[in-house]
């Protein structure tokens, strides 16, 4: 007995040496989604914002008039932990990244209950991006980590940082925030500078894109930015 567990005792701390243990104790390697230097691999869909690529980071612009708009990956994932970082240059721009989301090949329809209980229908045009959204926005909001139903079950409670709670403040305006969603199966959970913001089980989708967004800002023709870098994806075995 002895004799096993100090080989369990080595052979775990090998691993986390390497940084190949994570909370569920699979091991992968990081491969990264953004080169430093060019967009490719990326396609942008549902709007018309704009990115491109500066002193290796991805830059998202805001257009006036454009709806919510998506740079996203050509492939999609499964089960994996994604990290990557990010910068509200302009506070004022709410963003986000989708991960296990779809790209409507055509008109879609889909049927939810809202808060009242009412079932009710909603439509999404062709190239809508749609699926899991993790939350950027100002720390002000409180939001940032949370996770959104993007143009399907939109705004859902159990997945929200608690108003003045410690996941609520972990954002931080005018610096650079690291963000890791971690999806296993059913169970996803986001954290946000090292503080948990979301872990929630939800099985609706298991797999699909990465993609980041530029919010829709109306009539306001102000070039809000956000900015991305180091963007890395551990694909984790089934």
Known sequence: MMRKSAFASVTLTSLLLFGLVNSWGQEGEWINLFDGETLDGWS?????????????????????????????TDREFGDFILEFEVFLVNPELNSGVQF????AKEEMVFWFRNNEGVLRPSSI???????????????????????????RRAFMTPWWPEKG???????????????????KG???????????????????????IIGLQVHDVGN??????????NIRIMPLPL
Request: charged share 25%.
């Open 125 to 151: 045009p062709a190239d809508r991006v749609y699926g899991y959204q993790v939350e950027i926005a100002n720390e002000s909001g409180g939001s940032s980590g949370g996770v959104y139903d993007e143009a």
């Open 220 to 229: 306001d023709s102000t070039p809000y930015e956000v900015r991305w870098r």
């Open 100 to 103: 296990r989301s779809m790209i």
């Open 186 to 208: 059913a169970s996803i959970r986001t954290i946000v500078n090292g503080t948990v913001v979301a872990d929630f089980r939800d099985s609706l989708s298991e797999s699909g």
């Open 165 to 183: 709670s410690k996941a609520s403040k972990a954002f931080k305006n005018n610096q650079w925030n690291k963000y890791r969603i971690e999806c």
């Open 44 to 72: 942008v869909h549902s709007g018309f914002a704009k990115y491109r690529v500066e002193d290796g980071t991805i830059v998202g612009t805001a257009v006036k008039k454009s709806p919510n708009t998506f740079l996203c």
